[in-house]
């Protein structure tokens, strides 16, 4: 994992840091050295922590599996979470409610039937305390003993005139808590009232079936996002604008302060059978004030429960059974939803195990193509990436292993041609060896050359040698074809006609023994011209001896231009004839020029004519006063004029002499 600047220089500042709240148990500084300790690991912990958490995010990251593993997580784990956490929400709330619903009702007909019990037992003309059986009750007459049954007694019942006004109501008295009920028949009074304590919270829990809760409730009301009194039993509702806080109002002297009563035996069935619902329920009806009569608008009866999902699941679809002693349709209904839910799951589990599949599929591939980049990075050609299939990633890997095979080919074909190159260079430069070196001079004779193969390797070539102070040999060939094998022929016959030229053998017996020579080491396809002029300046001759080439030019002072014309087969091919030598004559300020194939026989683009033996003599007149160079230049200078380039499309030899004598 690559490490950053903030990385280093932060972990640097929590270790100072460290360091300083160690010290600050020391000395007189210890004050000092605390606080700039915990200060800067306050500040450095905080930068450590953010950039070595985004260094191993993007270490986590930098891998296409670890990419493709997160994004399997982020779609496939992550809504599911949210799917079921939203679920299990609306679930909780609507069983919470449901719940609660069932205890509104139950109270109610609590209520019911204190309002019926009391209304039976003063109907009659004598006062029926059995009709009030199990209540609480208050009996005042117009005249005669009151007759009572609870703690209120009837002395506060004769003082209460406004009990005439309220038929149901909710009171408080003496830290208890009441729903009552007041009846008046013949100018007595009844007051029957419900005690909201344990007794009452546990019947009502066992004919629910769930954890009960009665108590008074102070509601208040703010606008969202102002402060309220808080507490752990504070409940609050905010709606975005309306802040609605529920606080059970604790009652001093009452002997039960728990919110629930007393749990029934819980149903069978693990988490869902718990009770781990809660729900509450805040009844419309205020508090009134036992000694005003004064409804307390903020004070209000609240139902609380606490039950269980299975529970709520039978009380809403019902106990009764399919075929008389079957299963109970809730049962069933719910069986069905947990078969669903196993069934949802399983399905789920086996498309991630597939997803999985694949992403393992995928970082497979990437991870082998990774290495074999890096391989082929190293310079390993031969490295090949293996990955079995019919998909795309395997279409991916052997397209990776063609371009491999591909380039490896290509390296080791750019090798060979590197090498071959090299080899050519070689022999080119061993080539241009083999010609006279660009400094040759010769006393009384000035000499130009030109020459530039059209290959690597050419296959003309020329010879300049001095015999003695008044003899110069000049020689221009021309080796059919092009390329290395040509090149290799070149050099045996500039070879050949050096040593022979060295033993002062005749021209005419020094071609019959190269032409012997050619015929022996070459096939039948290869031949080769040449044009030898021996010069005897000091006899004013010149001799030449022609094998098939190009004749020799003499241009004289005045611009007359003449061949030294000699016939003659070339070197190589059995084709009867002898080589003979001829004369003539040389004078100072004569030019002779000495031409290969490559000048006459050069063409113009697009077209088929050739620059031909017309214009390079018709140059050469032109020239005939100036220097060798200048001949050289100005015949090369029609050349490029003629075929609008410089490179030759085949071998261009050309040699220029001067004589100008002592």
């Known amino acids: 994992m690559a490490q950053t600047r903030t990385f280093k220089v932060s972990g640097l500042g929590c270790l100072i840091a460290v360091g300083l709240l160690v010290l600050g148990g020391f000395g007189i500084l210890k004050t000092l050295f605390t606080v700039l300790g915990t200060v800067g690991l306050v500040v450095f912990g905080c930068l450590f922590a953010a950039s070595a958490t985004a260094a191993l995010f993007r270490g986590i990251l930098w891998r296409v599996g670890s990419r493709l593993l997160v994004s399997h997580l982020l779609i496939g784990i992550v809504p599911l979470a949210v799917f079921l956490g939203s679920t299990y929400a609306v679930a909780w709330m609507l069983t919470s ?8 009702s139950a109270f109610a007909a609590r209520r019911a039937e204190l309002r019926r019990a009391a209304a039976e037992a003063v109907r009659a003309a004598t006062f029926d305390e059995e009709a009030l059986e199990g209540f609480s009750w208050v009996h005042v007459p117009r005249s005669g003993a009151p007759q009572e049954s609870g703690p209120i007694p009837a002395a506060e019942v004769r003082s209460r005139a406004w009990l005439s006004e309220r038929e149901s109501f909710l009171t408080r008295r003496g830290g208890h808590s009441y729903a009552c009920t007041a009846e008046t028949a013949a100018g007595a009074t009844l007051l029957a009232c419900l005690p ?12 629910l079936h769930a954890q009960v809760g009665l108590s008074r409730t102070r509601v208040s009301s703010a606008k969202s996002g102002s402060r309220r009194p808080g507490g752990k039993r504070n409940i609050s509702f905010n709606d975005g604008e309306q802040q609605t806080n529920v606080t059970p109002v604790e009652d001093e002297q009452a002997a039960d302060k728990d919110m629930f009563g ?3 035996p819980p149903d069978e069935g693990g988490f869902l059978a718990a009770r781990n619902v809660f729900g509450m329920l805040a009844l419309p009806e205020p508090v009134v004030d036992w000694e005003s009569g004064a409804a307390a608008p903020s004070e209000h009866l609240a139902v609380f429960v606490r039950t269980s999902f299975v529970r709520e699941f039978r009380e809403l679809f019902g106990e009764s059974r399919i075929g008389g002693e079957g ?3 809730g049962t069933l209904v719910l069986m069905f939803l947990r078969g669903l839910l196993i069934a949802g799951i399983t399905v789920y589990v086996l498309v991630a195990i597939l997803a999985g599949a694949l992403v ?5 591939a990437s991870r082998r193509l990774s290495i074999a980049f890096d391989e082929l990075g190293k310079g390993n050609l031969a490295h090949r990436a293996s990955l079995k299939g019919k998909d795309q990633l395997a279409a991916l890997i052997h397209g990776f292993n063609r371009m491999a095979e591909h380039l490896q080919a290509n390296v080791a074909e750019r090798a060979e041609r590197e090498a071959l190159e090299h080899e050519l260079s070689v022999a080119r430069d061993l080539q241009r060896r083999l010609l006279p070196p660009s400094d040759f001079h010769f006393a009384g004779v000035e000499i130009a050359v030109d020459f530039r193969p059209a290959a690597a390797i050419g296959g003309d070539f ?3 040698a001095g015999e003695g102070t008044d003899r110069l040999v000049v020689a221009i060939a021309d080796v059919s074809g092009h390329g290395l094998p040509t090149g290799i022929v070149m050099a045996s016959a500039r070879a050949s006609l050096a040593a022979l030229s060295q033993t002062g053998m005749a021209a005419a017996d020094l071609f019959t023994t190269l032409d012997q020579e050619i015929l022996a080491s070459t096939d039948a396809r290869t031949f080769v011209t040449m044009a030898h002029a021996r010069f005897r300046l000091s006899d004013g001759l010149v001799e030449v001896t022609n094998a098939g080439h190009l004749y020799p030019y003499r241009v004289l002072p005045d611009g007359t231009v003449s061949a030294v014309q000699n016939p003659s087969r070339p070197l190589g091919v059995t084709l009867p004839g002898r080589f003979v030598t001829v004369s003539a004559p040389v004078a100072v300020g004569d030019l002779w020029v000495f031409p ?8 113009a683009p697009g077209s088929e004519e050739e620059f031909g033996f017309a214009r390079l003599e018709r140059v050469l007149s032109q020239n005939a006063g100036n220097t060798a160079a200048g001949l050289r230049d100005a015949v090369l200078a029609a050349w490029r004029a003629f075929t609008s380039r410089d490179e030759p499309e085949d071998d261009r030899t050309l040699i220029v002499l001067r004589i100008n004598g002592d």
């Not at 304590?197 to 004919?207: E, H, I, P, T, V």
């Not at 393992?360 to 497979?364: H, K, V, Y």
């Open 97 to 104: 409610q449901l719940a609660a619903r069932r205890v509104e």
């Open 196 to 207: 909201l304590d344990r007794s009452l919270k546990n019947a009502l829990g066992a004919q």
């Open 262 to 264: 007393d749990a029934p």
């Open 327 to 329: 299963l109970a349709a």
């Open 360 to 364: 393992f599929r995928i970082a497979r």
């Open 462 to 464: 020329y010879f300049l």
């Open 596 to 603: 290969s194939d490559g000048i006459v026989e050069a063409m």
